[in-house]
């Protein structure tokens, strides 16, 4: 019989006190002065903690192990506030929760704001619940503004930053997708990267193609041939990955066929 799937948290959250939280890592007293902190803080007095701080009651005596929310509980005891509710894991292992939760990407962040903005949030109230400027705000809020479909759900779950899609939006639909694609495939979604995609991208295929550039042809075939070359790969690639999952899905279900006789 194959092994029972066991919950990895409680249903319900629970209010804890601040004090009774013991931290698995140290935090330097620099970071009380860099921007995320500044954000959290700011984030708390404005609308009060949205994400709760994941812990683990000890085995033996009292108290909680904090796996996950160590800023949010340091800006806590800066603004005096005592107690807390949080999500109690079976899991003792802040490494295997740190390493599986995924944080808000660029285009998550964007939907977010967007949505907030479109509950009645005025940007001033986003801006200083986010320890952001208005136009930092805005900048966000139109982040996908020339940008295609396509190509946003290629990069929805990505660290990319605001100045790759001001890179994508000087191209045309078909070249951000095959931009998109081969970001993906290089698992390289630096601004620096996205440029060099943007310098080698042919004038016809830019928004406003501008004056044309004077470029070695040698140059351009190879750098053609090269993002051909990247293209059929990553197909290559996606077939293996669909192949790959099955395969997977067949071994598991004789492994669990085979332990139950």
């Known amino acids: 019989m194959a092994n029972r799937i066991t919950q990895g948290f409680q249903e319900k ?6 004090e009774d939280l013991f931290p698995t890592k140290s935090i330097s007293v620099s970071v009380k002065h860099g921007r995320k902190y500044a954000q959290v803080i700011s984030s708390i007095r404005e609308v009060g903690l949205i994400e709760a701080p994941v812990v683990t009651p000890f085995k033996k005596g009292k108290g909680y192990l904090l796996l996950d929310g160590h800023l949010r509980i340091m800006a806590l005891k800066e603004l005096g506030i005592e107690h807390v509710s949080c999500l109690i894991s079976t899991d003792d292992e802040a490494y295997t ?3 599986y939760i995924n944080r808000l990407s660029a285009i998550q962040e964007h939907k977010m704001i967007a949505k907030a903005l479109q509950s009645g949030v005025s940007e001033e109230k986003l801006a200083s619940a986010l320890n952001l400027d208005i136009v930092t ?10 940008i295609c479909p396509e190509a946003a759900e290629l990069l929805k779950d990505k ?8 890179a994508l939006k000087k191209m045309q639909p078909p070249r951000q ?3 998109a694609l081969l970001m993906n495939d290089h698992n390289k979604f630096t601004t620096n990267y996205a440029k060099a995609l943007l310098e080698a991208t042919p004038a016809d295929q830019l928004v406003n193609k501008g004056k044309s550039k004077k470029k070695n042809p040698a140059i351009l075939a190879r750098q053609a041939r090269l993002e051909e070359e990247s293209l059929a790969l990553s ?9 790959y999952g099955k395969a997977m ?8 066929y085979l332990k139950g006789r």
């Open 13 to 18: 959250l629970i209010e804890l006190a601040v």
């Open 97 to 99: 929760y740190n390493k």
């Open 159 to 166: 660290a990319v930053s605001e100045h790759v899609f001001r």
């Open 235 to 243: 197909g290559e690639i996606g077939s293996l990955k669909n192949k």
């Open 177 to 179: 997708i095959n931009v």
């Open 249 to 256: 899905l067949d071994m598991t279900s004789m492994q669990a």
């Open 137 to 146: 705000i805005r900048n966000k809020r139109y982040l996908l503004e020339g």
